[in-house]
């Protein structure tokens, strides 16, 4: 069996992340920020992350 490309922990702070900023979205005293913008950029960079360890995994495979 092979090793996850990817640890369980990052994906979980990422979307912990995530579920933070859409939820702080809903709160009025942070109605001024632009929480709708920063977690789609949040969203966009991690999966750009994941694509990279992904790639970076199959690599490894085809290596070996």
């Given amino acids: 069996m ?3 490309p990817f ?3 990052e994906v979980c702070a990422a979307l912990t992340l ?3 900023l859409i939820g702080a979205k809903y709160l009025p005293m942070l109605s001024f920020l ?3 913008q920063m977690a789609g950029i949040t969203a966009f960079s991690f999966a750009i992350f994941l ?4 790639y970076q995994y ?4 085809l290596d070996s």
């Fill in 51 to 54: 694509a990279l360890r992904l």
């Fill in 2 to 4: 092979s090793a996850m």
């Fill in 18 to 20: 995530m579920i933070a």
């Fill in 7 to 9: 640890r369980m922990s």
């Fill in 58 to 61: 199959e690599l490894a495979q």
């Fill in 34 to 36: 632009p929480l709708s």
